[in-house]
Structures are given as C-alpha cells and as structure tokens.
C-alpha cells in the first residue's frame, strides 16, 4: 500500500523533513511513503532542505536490504518521488516571473470583469509577484492553486492510486498556501474520477500559529494577522472541510507558547526556519493516520489533538515530559540513532578499522567501506540529522531529548539520553561500558550477519542489532 502526502507550502515541507528524520531512525509505517510537495515558491529554502533530505534517504537506502534475513530498521520506510525520479515537487505553471494580475491576464478582461476584480483583491494583491508564494495571501492561493488538478503529474497521481492507498495532507492555516491549498485539494480528490481516489481514506494536519516572525515592516507577512487568518480559515474549514464528511481524520497543532521569532522574509532561499516541535508533532500525525484501519462508507470526520505528559515544562521537553504511546514510537529509534551518530563522532577510524567487528570482515568493512560513497552519503545524512535535532532543542519550546557530545567526553558514551543511566547487570569489573561496549558487542553480533551481505548492509544490520541489545539491556530502553 502507498500513503501519499500532499505537502503544501514552507509547513508542508517542514513538516516532511522531520518525518523523513523519524523514518530514518527506525520509526516504522505501514505504507510506501511518496511525497507530493506544492509550494510556488520554488526557491523556498525550507523545501530545498527537505528534498535534499528525501534524496539523501534514497540513495542510502537504494543500498540496504529489507527482508526476513535482516532485523534492521534504519532506513526502512520506503520512500519514493511520484515519478521515481527524486522530484518531490508538483510543479506550477505560470507563476514565475509575473504578477498576480498579469496571471489573471486583467487587462484582456472586460471592463466589468476587470472592476469585479478589483473589489476582489487589493491593488496590493495585483501587484504582488508569486515567485515567493502568496505572501499569506490565501485569496490568491486559491486562484493559482486551481490549476495543479490539470498537471501531467496530478494526473499520473491519479492513474496510480488503487483500493487500499491512502492520502495525507499537510498544511498551515495562518498562511497563503496552506490555507487555501488545503480545502482545494481536498475537493478535487473528492470529486476525482477515480473512484478509488474519490473514496480514499484521507487525514490531514493543519498548524495552527506556532511561530512568531521578526518585524519586518519591509515585509508583506506580518505575525500579528496569523490569529485572524487563523480564525477565518477555521470557520471555513467548519463548514467545507471537517463539517461535510469529506475528512476520515482530522489532527489540529499548534503552540500557544512563544517561540523564537524567524526571520520575516516573503519566501525565497532566506526562508529556511529551524525545525520545531510542533512538526515533528504533525509527523507523528502522519504515523498515527498510516497505522488506522478504515471501513466503508465513511463516516464523520474524527479529530484530534496532542497534549504532553506533563502540566508543566520548563525551557525544553524530554521524553519524559510525552505520553507513553509517543515514546513506544518514537523513544527507541531516536535513541539508537542518536547513539550510532554519537559512536562515530567519538570513534575515529583508525580506531573503527581496528577493531574486532571491522577485522573479521575486513573485506567489507576495513578502510576502505569508511571512504566508501554509501558512508559518505551516511555521514551526510548525519549532518543533516544532528542539525535537526539542534535546531529543535535551540527552538521555543525546544525538544532537548539528548546530552551534547561535547559534553560527553569524560563520561559514558551511553550516556546519551538524558534521565537515562546506563546500568551494566552482573559484578565483572573488567565488563566493558558506554563505546567499548558497543565495540564488543558489534564483534559479538557480526557472526549473525549473513556472510554474503554487502558492506553497507553489514554495516547497518549489525549496528543495528548491537544498539538494540544496549537499549533494552544497559537503558531499559523498549
């Protein structure tokens, strides 16, 4: 089965990177995984980060195994372009270069026709060029963002659905894109011709504000309209969205905390915002919706919401301050990623080549494998995964799960997680801890590795396995 994720606009993407974060941990779906982005802004900084992110995923995965003879869950989500062609994005034709009014073409309008649009939009609105989006402009979202039912790629979309796929949409309400693109796309795939597509179970997330924008007076968005928008769209939404049965799910998000103010560009490549917890929030929404069954007709819309663990937080969450059902999905994977990166940031690799479970498959997993492309692409990975995880902890409200490995240096490498001790059962003082346990127990799960594997596949599966003893036995992490 496929889930596709209509991801609108800056949110959209956003909240796709730190999905694709998730599933690089371990976190697992029940669906392939094919992301259709939609944003006009085709230099927005916040999409190229995520589909380089999405690009890098497939090329480290393209390189693993995934069946009865390997227990490794890194990476294993697939995740594929509409096309299979690492082009995540639904193009938009027309929009570059032009204003709003010469894409409506008003001067051919009739005289008429040209003063009913002028009651309809502001001059400002007319003038405004769409290179960048909609500015927060949903009025105009809704205009432009009509045409994307005519696509070539919409189209093959809707070619490939089948009885049993699913689809997902993300989105904002206090913006242009999200707001408008979201009640437009719901409508076409309701009426598509279809039927499977017609009658899919579809969920969608919808982020409320949860961020606040520097002033900029130079700029046409401006934070103080987010709770206006906010408001006009959800009363919209209650009447053309949830209140008409065309939603299987509904998921409502948003942060009545202050966050760090962003710097307020109309779009482009300065629009590149840290990540925020809120979106890993709206990823796990994507989770949640993957792992429901659903029945025919369908029936009222469900909604939902999230609250944490606790009645109250300081400066930063830690797993401790989520739900049970939170951490079962997201605690262990994060975990042993975490401590995987953390091994190979503190493990040079003249220390990894000498070692036991590098020696025996010295072949494979000598030297040459760490200047190899795969590892490479996997330290890439890394990068992008340890910024995310910084952008998150350095945002308001912050998500700070983990210890620094700067701070780490004289302590326990699995000293990762914080509130988590490691413990080491039995009364060996010559028993190993924190990275030279992960050395010895690498040496000890290699023999379990089929012997015909690739490097990059070794690699993975008896990291993998090695982390997953330690979680369970040294974290009483399940």
Sequence with gaps: MNLYIFAIGGSGSRVLRSLTMLLASGV????????????????????????????????????????????????????????????????????????????????????????????????????????????????????????????????NFENKFVQGDKIFIISSIFGGTGASGFPLILKTLRTSKNTAVAN???????????????????????????????????????????????????????????????????????????????????????????AKQFNSPRGNTNFHEYGLNTGQISNSILFSDISTKTNNIIKRPLSMMALLNSYLNNRSKSHRTDQKWAKDRNAILGKSFFESAFFMNYTIYKDFFEMWLTELENNQIGF????????????????????????????????????????????????????????PITFMEVFHKTLSEICSTNLNIQ
């Design 400 to 455: 700070a799960p983990f210890n620094h490995d700067c701070d780490m240096k004289d302590s326990d490498g699995l000293a990762k997680i914080k509130n988590v001790v490691p413990h080491y059962p039995g009364f060996n003082p010559f028993r190993k801890k924190g990275y030279d346990l992960i050395d010895e127990t690498l040496g000890k799960k290699l023999d379990s590795v089929p012997a015909n594997s690739s490097a």
């Design 200 to 290: 899919a179970p579809i969920g969608a997330v919808s982020l409320l504000p949860y961020f606040n924008l520097k002033a900029n007076p130079q700029s046409s968005i401006q934070a103080d309209s987010f709770i206006t928008k906010a408001k006009a769209a959800l009363n919209y939404y209650e009447k053309n969205v949830t209140g008409n049965a065309t939603l299987n799910d509904m998921y409502y998000l948003g942060d009545e905390l202050s966050s760090n103010g962003y710097k307020n560009c109309d779009g482009g490549d300065e629009q590149n915002n840290d990540a925020h917890f809120i979106e890993l929030l709206g990823a796990l929404a994507i989770i949640d919706f993957d």
């Design 28 to 155: 697992e779906t029940s669906s392939n995984i094919i992301p259709i982005i939609i944003d006009p802004d085709m230099s927005n900084g916040d999409l190229d980060r995520t589909v380089n992110t999405l690009r890098k995923y497939e090329e480290i995965r393209a390189e693993l195994a995934f069946d009865s003879s390997y227990q490794n869950k890194f990476f294993s989500t697939y995740i594929s372009s509409l096309n299979n062609d690492s082009n995540y994005l639904l193009p938009l034709i027309g929009t570059s270069g032009i204003s709003f009014d010469k894409y409506l073409g008003l001067n051919a309008m009739s005289q008429e026709n040209q003063a009913l649009a002028k009651m309809l939009f502001s001059n400002a609105n007319l003038s405004s060029t769409m290179d960048v989006g909609f500015k927060g402009n949903p009025n105009i979202g809704s205009i432009v963002l009509n045409q994307f039912t005519q696509s070539k790629d919409f189209l």
